[in-house]
């Protein structure tokens, strides 16, 4: 059996070291704007990314593009 959920999960996205980390949208507690671009803010990490904050939205929405 195969269930499908159009909700996102996870995302992908880059960090401010130029490296790759998955994040866990069940997990975030917070999400801001940064100089640099986004900080998620979980319970036992904060990962500053790259993505400009504008973006969110459509990430959570699964437009990736």
């Known amino acids: 059996m ?4 159009s909700e996102v ?10 490296g790759l980390v998955w994040i866990n949208l069940a ?3 917070r999400i801001y704007q940064t100089s640099d671009g986004s900080t998620f803010e979980c ?3 904060v ?5 400009p904050f504008e ?5 959570l929405g699964g ?3």
């Open 9 to 18: 999960e996870w995302i992908r996205v880059t960090d401010l070291d130029g």
């Open 63 to 65: 437009n990736l593009q």
């Open 43 to 45: 319970a036992d990490t």
């Open 27 to 29: 997990t975030v507690e």
């Open 2 to 5: 195969f269930n499908y959920s």
């Open 55 to 59: 973006k969110i939205p459509d990430l």
């Open 47 to 51: 990962t500053g990314t790259t993505v």
